[in-house]
């Protein structure tokens, strides 16, 4: 038997968050975690079927964070959905309404109190966003924006044939007005027209209004997870 669970350094998380923070790898038939102290934090994403590991987990003192599900919509099939506006790719010159847009909107996220403060999500999300209109993350961010005023945006990482939202993000301002609905079907015109053939989302447990939204244009949950943290 392994005397211990595998733990991966985030690079990128850890430099941001200005802590050590680790992935676990469970897939070894392990009891112990080997050398745990090396890490602020070490978090693990579980199958919600996986009980087993979910057990493990609970044994080592892994609290419970938040539930994630994985969705995912053929293109192919989207045609209904198509939206005939014009797409509007975010530039730089946006970039600092969009952070605007970002603050205090991703509250549905594993990214909060006590492993995280407010000021470190918003940054987090709003770098995230940054980085997408930049292409250095996700790869485009495609904007409602009228009159010079952002409603929202949707973020964009392609690999091969399939495509990922990263973010979607709605003014609060303009909540309530289809917004967020406008954006899925702009990205699923975007992926129409790149090839895709599969468009994959997650969203979290406790955000019904995007659960309802994304089975609203067709998109079917792949599987459910559980986040787990350490500290």
């Not at 350094?9 to 102290?37: C, M, Y």
């Not at 309404?97 to 603050?103: G, L, R």
């Amino acid at each position: 038997m392994a005397d211990s669970f595998t733990i991966k350094l985030l690079e990128w998380d850890s430099d941001f968050f200005n802590k050590r923070i680790g992935q676990l790898d469970i897939n070894q038939n392990a009891t112990v975690i080997k050398k745990p102290h090396n890490f602020d934090l070490i978090q693990a994403k579980i199958l919600t079927t996986d009980y087993q590991k979910i057990d493990v987990l609970n044994k080592l003192n892994f609290k419970l964070v938040e539930g994630e599900l994985d969705f995912s919509l053929n293109i192919n099939s989207a045609e209904q959905n198509k939206c005939s506006s014009t797409i509007q790719q975010a530039t730089v010159e946006d970039i600092q309404q969009i952070k605007e847009v970002c603050t205090n909107s991703f509250t549905a996220s594993r990214y909060r109190s006590p492993w995280f403060t407010q000021q470190q999500r918003n940054c987090f999300y709003q770098l995230w966003a940054e980085k997408a209109v930049l292409g250095t993350f996700d790869d485009i961010c495609i904007l409602i924006k009228q009159k010079n005023l952002i409603y929202g945006f949707v973020t964009l990482k392609f690999e091969q044939n399939n495509a990922r939202i990263g973010l979607i993000c709605v003014n609060t301002n303009n909540q309530g007005q289809g917004v967020a609905t406008k954006l899925l079907k702009q990205a699923i015109q975007y992926c129409h027209t790149k090839n895709v053939q599969q468009l994959k989302v997650a969203t979290q447990f406790a955000n019904p209004s995007a659960i309802a939204l994304y089975t609203k244009l067709g998109f079917t949950i792949n599987n459910l997870s559980y986040w787990f943290y350490k500290t």
